[in-house]
């Protein structure tokens, strides 16, 4: 992706998009990083109703916008609007990331696929792909990426099993994987020989009722994540981890996917670090 010419621009600024957006942690992980490299920059967050989405992205330019992210309900309609989709938003179906060319126009990309990935690879060393199937919870847009993630980090088997499974199995044939569809009852069954099991539904959630899932039959290396960061430690993840399994929060995948956004449009690769991961987590 194309870097802003911070020389000739000035300050740089980007933001996120959302509608609502008031509950995005974003402004404080960009900000956050702002500080920290001490480079002249904002990141602002900017409610936008569905119905105005082509014109707040269009005006983007000419405010001098170096990118922007965009969160609940613009994922899905931006491919529409932008310039040009890079592969991943295309496999992803999504768009989160944006950055406007020197000239211009808006080249969109999604990096969900990259933050889910690259935390789980940090934060669970021992994980290896290969170690068995993968049992993704949930076919909604986060599952979208996800499965992309896996599909490409090389996992022999993608198991989704959803509350509705024609979801599961719409999700599957969208995304044109050789995925296994497994019935939301069969979930504790299908976690014997798994290597990894990811929540991408919302159960766990504060105000959520808790994701209920007997792990028995889970092989003790296999590394169990969820993609829930409120509250960090979810009731999967306890269970999980009162069994010795290794395991991940969700808060990593959040900072990580900010990763390239930042870099494309301050031009400094940003670390995430426990000192960023407090400053997210207090900003609440
Ligand atoms: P996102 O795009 O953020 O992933 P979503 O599209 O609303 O959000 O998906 C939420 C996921 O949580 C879905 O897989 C949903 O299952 P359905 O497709 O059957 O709706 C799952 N989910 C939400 N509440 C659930 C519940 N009470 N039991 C089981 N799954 C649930």
């Not at 942690?25 to 967050?45: A, C, M, N």
């Not at 690259?118 to 986060?142: D, M, Y």
């Not at 009852?185 to 990811?198: P, Y």
Request: glycine share 10%.
């Amino acid at each position: 992706m194309t870097g802003p010419d911070r020389g000739a621009r000035g300050l740089i600024k980007a933001g996120v998009m959302g509608w609502p957006v008031d509950h995005s942690r974003s402004p404080s992980l960009h900000g956050f990083w702002l500080k920290t490299y001490g480079i002249d920059g904002t990141y602002d967050r900017l409610p936008v109703r569905p119905e105005g989405l082509a014109a707040a992205l269009r005006s983007l330019a000419e405010q001098g916008y170096a990118g922007f992210n965009l969160t609940v309900p613009h994922k899905e309609a931006a491919m529409m609007i932008v310039d040009e989709l890079s592969p991943e938003a295309r496999r992803i179906g999504a768009v989160n990331t944006i950055f406007v060319t020197p000239e211009g126009r808006l080249k969109a990309t999604n990096t969900d696929a990259y933050g889910f990935i690259t935390n789980l690879k940090i934060s669970a060393p021992r994980f290896k792909p290969k170690l068995g199937p993968a049992i993704v919870l949930g076919a909604g847009g986060a599952a979208r990426a996800i499965c992309v993630a896996l599909e490409d980090a090389g996992v022999p088997e993608i198991c989704i099993i959803n509350r509705t499974k024609e979801r599961a199995e719409l999700l599957a044939r969208d995304l044109g994987i050789s995925a296994v569809v497994a019935p939301w009852t069969d979930r504790a069954l299908r976690l014997k020989d798994a290597g990894l099991l990811v929540n991408t539904t919302s159960l766990g959630m504060k105000g959520q009722a808790p994701l209920e899932i007997d792990l028995h039959h889970l092989p003790p290396e296999a590394t169990v994540t969820d993609i829930v960061y409120a509250p960090l430690e979810t009731p999967l993840l306890a269970a999980a981890r009162v069994r010795g399994n290794p395991v991940v929060d969700g808060l990593g995948m959040l900072l990580y996917q900010a990763q390239p956004g930042f870099e494309g449009w301050f031009g400094k690769r940003p670390e995430v670090t426990p000192a960023l991961r407090d400053h997210v987590l207090a900003a609440g």
